[in-house]
């Protein structure tokens, strides 16, 4: 197995990093989607983080990797009675990736071709969000994929369950997976729906400073050259940053947000005119999760600010002839809300 | 014509080196796009690298249509059920391991197969999970992606150009263009310079100017200069050298870097106040202005970046000098289909299910008036055959063969997307009479002329206080030639609300599915706000945010000045939306369409 450019060597895109760590360290977020060119990192930073994760505790033999602690939610086979031992292995958080082009019976599963000829027998073989289960599903060119993709996902996103009725098969399974996408907008728009799921968004660009260029080339070149001991030199910085996400982790149900913060949130909200409550929402979960990384007990108005980019950028109604950007409004507001 | 000769020599001359540069580190290197049509000349080159590949290594070749199957390897169905037992078929990319994947008509790849080869190439090995089994082998290895496609827009997909170092085109050449090189070198010692490349030495400062490069030809991609440091360091083994020197970066410039180029160096300083205020719209920098009279590229070393004043000038200049001539339209077809966000043909094509070229099947009812299958039917039909012969009662005949609903497979296509010409005429009083009638003229011409192409057509007046779409798209050719008959003139000049409404009809076409395309017939003088209130100032500058909206749109536009004289504010407004800008002062319907139609082809390549 080729080893995965390590996640701390990344130059830059500090943002991409910091909305892909506040993901995984809260998986009910809503995942992150990176726009951005071409060559900015953006798929090396998904499969950086996938390494990244710390191993998780899944049941042996189960296709939907259940988590052997809890039933409730898991795969018929893994739910039913099980007085008897579960045997359960650690096994790596699966970062899935969904090819452009994906068939429809490869990401939900099908019929198991191999059995139907050889036994003539009717087996469902699970699919690529079989496989995603409490992982993450990454999109890359999320913006062209197909309509009937999109839909699929977003009715498997919203319901945390992959429903199959087809070819005579009727499976239920769980399919709860972090949903992170990745595009470059200049080759098409996100339709609003998918757009609207995604819990952060980030913007990559190509850094402007030749030297945080250079110093990207610089590494990415000695990575390539001796993958094994670029990674051993980041092997310290990318453990502590492992056993910072399991921190967070448990942390996360535990932190408050005062009325205050909330109310202020609110006021950020209104004044920026995002659709519905998610911002809001998400606004403040995704507080709490960068709160969880800094070892805070409450999340504050410093921890929302972190994150108020990512989690509302993409909200805002669009104005063509607002020549301002999201972000610029963003800030104005977050400037006018801190007071 | 000694001038194309010798242009032709040192084409096959870096085509040459550059076969022997992915021999050297294959891997590395990521691969080539070859634009070259079947021949000696791809024959001659393919030969070359064969010949520089270690002994033994793979070239294989993987067919336009290549499947999931046969890409990644899966389960070998005929010998799984003859053995009875799982056996495992290796896949083209992992059987190329070490040595080159040619794909043919790669212009024509899917985006599947062109994602499967794109993570190949950046992890170097492949893993997935297929008919139960899990693959992973490694895979490495440079593509050969050989581009025949004739358009400018018919490039193999972006994913993979983006990841391969070199882009030869060598269309041009003939087999007399061979002879020119063959013989008169020496082979490189291709086998002393593989096992020199790990111990070349890299200059501190060499990435540095590698970089700078990419930034001053816009140049974004972190790959680029990636790329160009592995091309230069197998240069430098190659020649024998022990450390990376000026002249094998300066080649690297050139084979890599120069054909990415989106632009030529800034002149002057450009203006970036406004890069900071629109993060939504990343556009690449406006070529220099001075394009149409200065062909050849200039030579001022760009002091004007703030601290990038280590700029080497010879690796810019050897970059710069590989830019042939022709390339500014080029460099403008480029930033143009990033702007458009037409890299490949992602945005121009579409899925149909009734016509255009087919892309696969999928699951779907026959009867709604789309195709069937029948390959794909039987296919998804046969591993079942065995368990509905056991479920049907035995007093029932029984077909031979037992097709079910599930089983239907339809036909899908793609087809190209058909253009939607929208008209936008100053209809106000500031636009004569007289010249209103000549663009209606103009008008009617044209649409003839996209009623041959059943092409669709939209007409938008603006005068008074506001925009109306007279005339909705439409290929009816007799209903729009009785709206302009009724066009009215007069009245103040709302500039604004014209684009603006423009603008909102082109995104409503782009939504249906076809290309609209905008012709803009006016002074560019505004002096109507968008709330419809006086004011010519501020009509002038709304005027101008609705022309660049149109630009961030990536809308094709031609903008036809119909005043007495060339209008500078014309000209400006042409900047701004990003069209092409055509002055016909005092002309007539003829000569307005003539140049309309003209500069439609053109209008694809040329932008300001």
Redesign the interface.
Known sequence: MARPFPFTAIVGQEEMKNALLVAAVDPTLGGVLIFGDRGTGKSTAVRALAQLLPEMKAVEGCPYHCDPARTAGACPKCSGDSKAKIASHMIPVPVVDLPLGATEDRVVGALDIERALAHGEKAFEPGLLARANRGFLYIDEVNLLEDHLVDLLLDVAASGENVVEREGLSVRHPARFVLVGSGNPEEGELRPQLLDRFGLSVDVKTPTDIATRVEAVKRRDAFDRDPAAFAAAFAADEERLRKKITAAKKLVPTIDVADETRRRVAELCVALGTDGLRGELTLLRAARSVAALEKAHTATMTHVKAIAMPALRHRLRRNPLDEVGSGVRIERALIEVMG | MADENARSAVIWKDALVAADLIAVDPA?LGGVVLRAGPGPVRDAWLARLRAGLPKGAPVLRAPTDVGDGELLGG?D?SA??SS?R?VAQRGLLARSHGGVLLVAMAERL???PA??IA?AI????I?A?R??LTI?S?ARLAVIAIDEGLEEDDRPP??LR?RTAFQLDLRGLTHRDLGLQDGDQPRPDITAARSRL?SII?PDSL??V???T??ALGV???????LA??AARAAAALAGRDVISDEDSALAARLVIAPRALHLPPAHAPDDE?AD????T?EPEQPPEDQDSDQSPPNQPDDDKG??RTLDDTVLEAALAALPPGLLAQLQANAQR??????GK??EAQ?TVKRGRPIGA??GDPRSGVRLDLLHTLRAA???Q??RK?TVAEDIVRPSLEIRR?DFRIKRFRDRKQTTTIFLVDASGSAALERLGEAKGAVELLLADCYIRRDEVALIAFRGVGADILLPPTRSLHRAKKELAALPGGGGTPLAAGI?AA?LLADEVRRKGRTPTLVLITDGRANVT?EGLGGRAQAQN?AG??A??IKAQ?LRTLLVDNSNRPEPRAGQLADDMGALYLPLPRANSQMISNAVRASAPAAQAVRR
């Open positions: 590395g389960l169905l799984t059920l009875g799982t899917a985006q599947t994602a499967h993570a950046d992890a170097g090995e893993v999970e008919d139960g992973c490694e972006a994913a983006e790990a890299t990435i540095e590698l970089c700078t990419c930034a974004g991609s972190a790959r680029a200069p990636l440091l592995k406004q205020a629109e993060p939504e990343p601290d990038v990033l702007r458009a966000g037409q890299t992602v945005g899925n999928r699951r046969a591993p079942w065995r368990l056991r599930d603006m603008g968008r709304e945010i609705a660049r909206s990536g």
